[in-house]
């Protein structure tokens, strides 16, 4: 079981089009773990359009946010309140699991760089990229589920360069490279997505990048503002469309 927040629905939008969907468990940072072998879980989800808003049902997760993420609880302060309702309305998702593969612990190999690069001008997404060694490539297989997988990129003239593993059916089409990083708190987050085309390279595979996605910001200390305004804007617009008001928390 997993939540979202109505401010970034998109995860529930996705599962209400197309229930298959994939977990990808291949960062231990705040989990207590040392080198825990990665995990892919491929399965199928359910998102009710039902809003939770409050802990009945969820106390568990609550108690594991909480708890794993001290921060959160700021939001509970009287004078952040009025600003930061939407944090706490929530549409759950639960995944039942189908398929479960297990992968060595430790970072992936780097990729053989087909011809044409490194060097040259750096390809969208390359200074995102940058300060991370691996990436998630989230791609879909033949059927068109998705195949998520760490990987190793390696910036070329052409895109960047990716090793799959080998137990990964990726295919050609839309694909992307996620980074994230936080800390052991669970907080200081920053993510960046490079979202592209995933093209066959030699023996490994090349995403060529279109477009660069950072919903956190960039790191400019006007971003938080920007975020909680967004995050307000995002929330109102999914109850609108849906023809509801904003519902009280608990």
């Avoid at 023996?203 to 909680?228: I, K």
């Amino acid at each position: 079981m997993v939540t979202t927040r109505l401010a970034f629905a998109q995860k529930a939008l996705n599962v209400r089009r197309d229930g298959r969907v994939a977990l990808l468990f291949s960062d231990p940072t705040g989990s207590g773990l040392t080198e825990p072998a990665q995990i892919f879980v491929g399965g199928r989800a359910e998102c009710p359009d039902e809003i939770h808003t409050g802990p009945e049902g969820l106390e568990e997760y609550w108690r594991m946010l909480f708890d794993r993420q001290p921060h959160s609880r700021s939001y509970l302060a009287r004078p952040l309140r009025r600003l930061t309702a939407w944090y706490y309305l929530r549409l759950v998702i639960t995944v039942t699991p189908e398929q479960v593969i297990v992968r060595p612990a430790g970072d992936p190999p780097a990729p053989r760089v087909p011809t044409g690069a490194p060097g040259g001008v750096p390809p969208t997404g390359a200074a995102q990229l940058a300060g991370h060694a691996t990436a998630v490539l989230a791609s879909r297989d033949a059927s068109g589920a998705p195949v998520p997988a760490r990987t190793r990129p390696v910036p070329t003239t052409d895109g960047f360069a990716v090793r799959v593993p080998a137990d990964c059916a990726v295919t050609a089409g839309p694909a992307s490279l996620l980074v994230h990083r936080h800390d052991e708190r669970l907080n200081g987050l920053s993510n960046a997505l490079v979202r592209g085309e995933l093209r066959p390279a030699g023996d490994g595979w090349l995403l060529v990048p279109s477009s660069v996605v950072e919903p956190m910001g960039s790191g400019r200390g006007a971003d938080g503002l920007r975020l909680l305004r967004r995050s307000r804007r995002s929330t109102d617009r999914y109850l609108e469309r849906r023809g509801l008001s904003l519902p009280p928390v608990r």
